[in-house]
């Protein structure tokens, strides 16, 4: 075994190799950019280096730094994680040449499966079947005959990256444009392949090991058919869809498209499975790296998959053959990601955007059958330069149910105050009926995501905010000396009633909220009057307030002069409104200004002052955690302000372009 190992990536991945090398007695190395210089990996390892600033072609791509890195802690092995460089062949081929070990499988199994045109062709010769497809120069009059709907795939990787649905081919030329933009970004590299769109597909997949000796087990299934833009958002293990017979024919193919790369340490190979034909599968393409969702294998086989991918890279052979591998119970997984979602117009889709901020609070859950992969800590500034996962909430338990119920319960204890997230919506999906009955396919979130995000926000939550504003009016009791009674936010008047004190307030993605505040009562937008009174002061342990004869419980955080309140998994940024400011824009009449919907970096502009544009035109692409959001005309008119330019970084709520309808 290792006596030291340096860990070439960040985040919570970082944090749960380090926590196994611990356990195993291996001095952990980390390594870090500007950015992540405070960040939990750092504090966890036994030795940290930095590696250069934030952007990750300067620092974690950047193979020549990371094996210096290595070379100055005497690290004598390298764990690549999963992104970045995990599946990069000539990162594994320089590790080796540096004299390093790589923990991973060859360089020559990474290029053969990392190229998804190369390993559809390796594994069919295997007897191994796959999605019909096309690839080349003519894509698009491949994708034409093939008929739509098609996927779109960059070749060069994966994780939803440049994934593309078409469904209408008079889009075809514009979608292919954007994946290569994604691929490109991505991946380095553009080349596209299109396959045949398999409706109301399951995505599933099987853990392999394979050691130097020449033995290749399966470990079972993952049902990751819970996917957002071809993004994993649950997994789950084992599949609530496959019998016996499936499970063990999908794992025997699976060991053979490993052998056929000559495959060696962890590795998972992804099949689809159309809707209605449990029995039918198709080889989608070979993850040559530790998955995301490797959390949930873990807890149904008792098998660490780090450490035996440390014991492979070390040359030790597996103690266990495929008749050793046990299944016990089920283990449900929920990606915890830094994103806001909010119901376009219309309410038939839902926008998933990038969030960044400090973490001001964290509250992770525990307790029986709760596990948390988290590279979180309090202080932690959550930014748009990575990948926007922060933290993986996982639930084993002896039957699906009761996983499902343990992961819900835990998702509400779980709080991440200055930074938004998916939490609270990754709860509610978990109690969707379809979920529960395991009724599953990929496009079963895109169905009823809106139902799942809540059509406004809970009056308490307005009301917390304003009572804490009101109270952080009045003097403190040590202040001393005089007061003035109309100074104090009160509401005693001489002779008459109490008067109500004014609170505008503002959510992003919502409409300003009037809330006005007396002593004892307060009056949310147009409603009437309802008890309510703080019970006691915000503190570390949160806030409490009667409302409406009910008591609610927050999770509390101030900043500046707003409030983070947290319950059940949601959390909300409450700030004040200022609406003279907020009209003071410079905007002239009949004017649509349109803002960043998130934070993140101009990539394309493709207007200028004073041009003329029509509905639905894309004017500009913002991008962030690799994701681009494309911004769109709202209606005809003329580009009458662009206040952006390709490279600008821009804040969520930023103004980007104005355009005046033709009628102005």
């Known amino acids: 075994m290792f006596e030291r190992v340096l860990v070439a990536n960040r985040g919570e991945i970082a944090v749960r190799v380090i926590r196994t090398l611990r356990r195993l007695g291996v001095a952990s190395v980390a390594v870090y950019s500007d950015a992540d210089a405070d960040a939990r990996h750092v504090a966890e390892a036994d030795a940290a280096v930095r590696i250069g600033p934030a952007p990750a072609a300067e620092s974690y791509l950047s193979a020549e730094r990371l094996l210096a890195a290595a070379a100055r802690t005497g690290a004598q092995a390298v764990h690549p994680g999963y992104g970045f460089l995990a599946e990069n062949a000539a990162f594994a081929r320089a590790v080796t040449d540096a004299g390093l070990t790589f923990i991973g499988p060859p360089a020559g199994a990474i290029e053969v499966m990392g190229d998804k045109i190369r390993a559809k062709e390796t594994v069919r010769a295997a007897g191994v079947p796959v999605v019909p497809g096309a690839h080349g120069d003519r894509l698009a009059d491949a994708a034409r005959a093939m008929g739509m709907p098609v996927l779109l795939k960059p070749s060069a990787g994966g994780g939803g990256k440049g994934m593309r649905l078409v469904r209408d081919a008079a889009g075809l030329d514009e ?9 490109l970004a991505s991946f380095g590299d553009d080349t596209l392949l299109v396959e045949r769109w398999i409706d109301r597909p399951r995505h599933i997949e099987i853990q392999i090991l394979a050691d130097g000796h020449g033995t290749v087990v399966h470990l079972g299934e993952r049902e990751c058919s819970l996917q957002r833009r071809h993004q994993k958002v649950v997994e789950e293990a084992p599949s609530p869809l496959l019998d016996a017979a499936t499970r063990a024919a999908m794992g025997a193919a699976a060991v053979r498209a490993a052998r056929a790369c000559g495959y060696r340490g962890a590795g998972t190979v992804e099949f689809i499975v159309p809707g209605g034909d449990r029995a039918t599968h198709y080889f989608m393409e070979m993850n040559t790296r530790l998955q995301v969702e490797h959390p949930v294998t873990e807890l149904i086989t008792g098998l660490d998959l780090v450490e035996w991918q440390l014991r492979i890279a070390a040359g030790e052979p597996l103690s266990f053959g495929q008749d050793d591998v046990t299944v016990t119970g089920h283990a449900v997984e929920a990606r915890i990601c830094a994103e806001t979602a909010r119901v376009a117009e219309g309410g038939a889709r839902v926008d998933f955007l990038p969030s960044a901020g400090p973490v001001l609070l964290l ?40 996983a499902l119920r343990r992961l819900r319960a835990a998702l509400a204890r779980t709080t991440v105050l200055g930074v938004d997230t998916n939490t609270g919506f990754l709860r509610r999906l978990l109690a969707h009926p379809a979920v529960v ?47 003035d009674p109309f100074g104090v936010p009160s509401g005693w008047r001489l002779g008459g009633e109490p008067v109500w004190t004014e609170h505008r307030l503002r959510i992003s993605g919502q409409e300003p909220v009037r809330v006005l505040v007396r002593p004892g009562e307060v009056r949310v937008g147009d409603g009437g009057p309802v008890p309510a009174r703080l019970l006691d002061a915000a503190d570390e342990n949160g806030v409490r307030m009667e409302y409406a004869g009910a008591t609610h419980g927050f999770a509390h955080a101030a900043i500046g002069a707003g409030h983070w309140l947290g319950r059940d998994g949601d959390a909300w940024h409450v700030h004040g409104h200022d609406p003279v400011a907020a009209a003071g824009g410079g905007q002239t009449a009949g004017t649509d200004t349109l803002t960043a919907p998130m934070p993140g970096t101009v990539t394309v502009v493709k207007a200028a002052e004073g041009d003329k544009v029509t509905a639905g035109q894309s004017l500009l692409v913002v ?15 003329t580009v009458t302000g662009l206040d952006v330019t390709v490279g600008s970084t821009v804040a969520i709520d930023q103004v980007l372009v104005q355009v005046t309808p033709e009628e102005a």
């Not at 979608?175 to 691929?183: F, H, L, T, V």
């Open 437 to 483: 009955s395991g009724d599953l396919d990929t496009g079963l979130i895109d169905g009823v995501a809106a139902s799942l995000v809540p059509a406004g926000v809970p009056d308490e939550v307005y009301a917390a905010a304003a009572l804490l504003r009101h109270a952080a009016l009045a003097p403190r009791p040590d202040a001393g000396g005089w007061t």
């Open 175 to 183: 979608q292919i444009a954007g994946a290569r933009r994604e691929a």
């Open 363 to 402: 509250r992770e859950p525990a307790g029986e059958g709760v596990r948390v992969d988290s590279g979180l800590a309090a202080g932690t500034v959550v930014s748009t330069a990575y990948d926007p996962m922060l933290a993986k909430i996982v639930a084993h338990g002896p039957d699906r149910a009761t």
């Open 623 to 637: 991008e962030a955690m690799k994701m681009e959001h494309v911004i769109a005309a709202p209606h005809d008119g």
